[in-house]
C-alpha cells in the first residue's frame, strides 16, 4: 500500500476526507494517543479492510484489476472533458461533473483495494484512432461516447459478479454490486441527455433490443433467455419491452475488443 | 440449497414451456390471480395446458375484488427460493403501483412522463410474471400480496414521483443487498440484470423530479459509506432492513425468519 499515493487519490476524490485525514494526521503527530483515532477516521482503515482480502480469491483480484482499468478509461474521460472549456453546454454541466466524481471515487476506491497490485493508469485516446475525432470536441461526441462508456461499465461489472462468490470474496462483490448500479444511474442519464440532443426519443435511459451505437456495446442485448428459457411474450408485452426489462452481460474478452481502440 | 436452485431452474423451464397458457391478462392485479390459479392448477395437474387459459379468465372474474391475502402473516421462505420470493414481493409492489399510476395519470402528465412509466409499469410486470413463473412450480412461491397504496395520492405528480423514486431507490439498495446471500450462480446474475433496469429506473425517474441535476445519482443516495467515506458506492441494504421499509405498502405482514435472511 502506497499512503501516500492514496491520500494523493483522495485530495482529488473528498475534501471533506481530506479535511479528516489532516485531522487525524496532526492528532496523530501530537499526540501517541491519535494512532487508533487515525486508523479509525482515515483511508488506512479502507486499505486495512482489505489487507484481509489477501485472503480474497485470485479471480477475484483479476476482477478488481479488470475494473480498475475500465474506472480509468472513464475517469480519464470526464476528467478531460469536464476541464475542457466550451465543450460541455451549462445546464449540463452539474451531471457530468457527478459521473466524473463518482469515477474518481471508484478508482481511489479500486487502487486502495488492490494496493501495490493495482496496475499501471494506461493511456488514453478519446478518438479511438481517429474514429471517433469528436469524442472531445463536440458535446454530442462527448455525450455519444459517455453513453457507450457507461453501458459497457454496467455490462462489465455484471459479468463479473459470478467470479466474485466465493465465501471471501462476498464483501467484494457486494461493492461491486454497488458500484454496478451506479454505472447504471450514469448510463441512464448519458443516454436521456443523448436522446435529447440528438431529438431521438427512441433512445431511451433503458436498452431496447440491441439497438446502438458502437454495435459491440449493445450486441446482444436482444437476448430474451432468461433463466435458461425463452421468456419472449412473457405477461402479453412486447420484445422491446422484455429487452429493455434485463440488462445483458458482457465477457471480459468482448469488453477487451471494445475498449482497446482507446488505448494509446 | 443448490440442489434447490436446479430445481427451481428445472421447473421454471417446465413452466415457461407453458408461458402462453397462463402468461397473458396479468396488466391489473393478474399476478396474484394468477399466482393463486397456478398453485391450484400445479397442485392439481401438471398437464392439459391447453384450458388453462380459459380458466385463467374464469378466475379472474371470480377473484376480481380480492387482490391478495388481507391481513395475513407471509413468511419468504428459506434459500435461494426465499430470496427469489424476497424479490418477487418487491416486483409486485412496483409493478401494481406503475399499474396504478398509468391507470389513472396525475393532472398534468406530459407524454414524456407518460411513455416512461407506461415503459417502467411494463418492465416491472414483466420482472413479476418471471418471478412468478420461476417460483411457482417449487411450490414455495409466496402468494399475491395485499397491497395499500392509501399513502399515495395518485392525482399528485409529487406523490406518483416521489413514491417511484422511493420504491426504485428502494429496489436497487435490496437487490445490491440480496446479491451475497444468493448461493446460485445464475440467480446471481439473474439478479444483476435486473438490478441495473431499476437503477436505471431510478435515475430516470429523480432526473423528472430535478433535470439535469446531479440527483439522478444524488448525494443522497449513493452514499454509502466505507470506513466513513464515500466512494460512489450505491446502497446495499439487508432485506432485514428494506421489509420493514416496505411493509406499510402491504396489507399482508411480510416475515423472513429463515436463517438465509438472519
Known amino acids: ?264 | 440449497m443448490l440442489s434447490d436452485g436446479r430445481r427451481v431452474l428445472n421447473n421454471l423451464f417446465t413452466a415457461m414451456n407453458k408461458k402462453n397458457n397462463f402468461m397473458t391478462n396479468s396488466d391489473l392485479r393478474g399476478g396474484q390471480m394468477l399466482t393463486r390459479v397456478n398453485r391450484r392448477y400445479f397442485l392439481r395437474s401438471a398437464g392439459v395446458a391447453t384450458t388453462l387459459g380459459v380458466f385463467v379468465l374464469g378466475a379472474c372474474k371470480d377473484h376480481d375484488i380480492v387482490p391478495g391475502i388481507d391481513g395475513a402473516t407471509v413468511d419468504l421462505g428459506e434459500g435461494d427460493v426465499g430470496i427469489l420470493n424476497y424479490a418477487y414481493a418487491l416486483e409486485q409492489l412496483e409493478a401494481a403501483f406503475y399499474t396504478e399510476a398509468v391507470a389513472k395519470p396525475y393532472a398534468g402528465m406530459t407524454d414524456m412522463e407518460m411513455r416512461m412509466l407506461t415503459d417502467i409499469r411494463d418492465h416491472e410486470i414483466i420482472h413479476r410474471d418471471f418471478f412468478q413463473a420461476a417460483l411457482t412450480p417449487t411450490g414455495m412461491i409466496i402468494p399475491g400480496l395485499a397491497l395499500d397504496f392509501s399513502s399515495v395520492d395518485f392525482s399528485s405528480r409529487a406523490s406518483v414521483l416521489g413514491t417511484a423514486k422511493v420504491l426504485e431507490d428502494t429496489g436497487v439498495a435490496a437487490y445490491n443487498g440480496a446479491g451475497k446471500l444468493i448461493t446460485t450462480p445464475d440467480y446471481l446474475v439473474l439478479a444483476g440484470k435486473i438490478v441495473s433496469v431499476e437503477a436505471r429506473h431510478a435515475a430516470a425517474i429523480r432526473d423528472l423530479l430535478m433535470p439535469n441535476t446531479t440527483s439522478f445519482a444524488g448525494d443522497d443516495i449513493v452514499d454509502a459509506q466505507v470506513n466513513g467515506m464515500m466512494f460512489g458506492l450505491d446502497r446495499a441494504t439487508p432485506p432485514k432492513q428494506i421489509l420493514p421499509a416496505v411493509q406499510p405498502f402491504f396489507k399482508t405482514t411480510l416475515t423472513a425468519n429463515a436463517s438465509v435472511f438472519q
Do not use: C
Open chain 1, 1 to 264: 500500500m502506497n499512503i501516500f499515493k492514496l491520500i494523493e487519490d483522495i485530495k482529488q476524490v473528498d475534501a471533506e476526507a481530506l479535511d479528516r485525514l489532516e485531522f487525524a494526521s496532526r492528532r496523530s503527530f501530537m499526540s501517541s494517543l491519535g494512532t487508533k483515532l487515525m486508523a479509525a477516521a482515515t483511508p488506512v482503515a479502507l486499505a486495512s479492510v482489505f489487507n484481509k482480502a489477501f485472503a480474497f480469491t485470485p479471480g477475484a483480484i483479476e476482477v478488481l484489476k479488470f475494473a480498475l482499468t475500465l474506472e480509468y478509461l472513464e475517469d480519464e474521460f470526464y476528467k478531460a472533458g469536464n476541464a475542457k472549456a466550451g465543450l460541455i453546454p451549462d445546464m449540463y454541466k452539474p451531471v457530468f461533473a457527478q459521473i466524473g466524481k463518482h469515477e474518481s471515487q471508484h478508482v481511489a476506491f479500486l487502487e486502495s483495494a488492490l494496493g501495490a497490485a493495482a496496475p499501471a493508469k494506461p493511456n488514453f485516446d478519446f478518438t479511438a484512432k481517429g474514429t471517433l475525432p469528436d469524442s472531445l470536441n463536440t458535446f454530442d461526441g462527448f455525450v455519444f461516447l459517455s453513453h457507450a462508456f457507461e453501458d459497457t461499465g454496467v455490462r462489465a461489472y455484471k459479468g463479473q459478479a459470478g467470479n466474485l462468490m466465493a465465501a471471501e470474496d462476498k464483501p467484494l462483490l457486494e461493492y461491486a454490486l454497488q458500484i454496478h448500479s451506479v454505472e447504471a444511474r450514469h448510463a441512464a442519464v448519458a443516454r436521456k441527455i443523448l436522446g435529447t440532443i440528438r431529438n431521438r426519443p427512441e433512445i431511451k435511459p433503458w436498452i431496447t433490443l440491441n439497438e446502438g451505437s458502437p454495435a459491440a456495446v449493445y450486441a446482444g442485448e436482444d437476448n430474451t433467455v432468461q433463466g435458461g428459457v425463452d421468456i419472449n411474450g412473457i405477461a402479453g408485452k412486447s420484445k422491446e419491452a422484455v429487452t429493455e426489462a434485463f440488462d445483458e452481460i458482457l465477457t471480459k474478452e468482448a469488453v477487451f475488443a471494445i475498449v482497446t481502440p482507446f488505448l494509446a
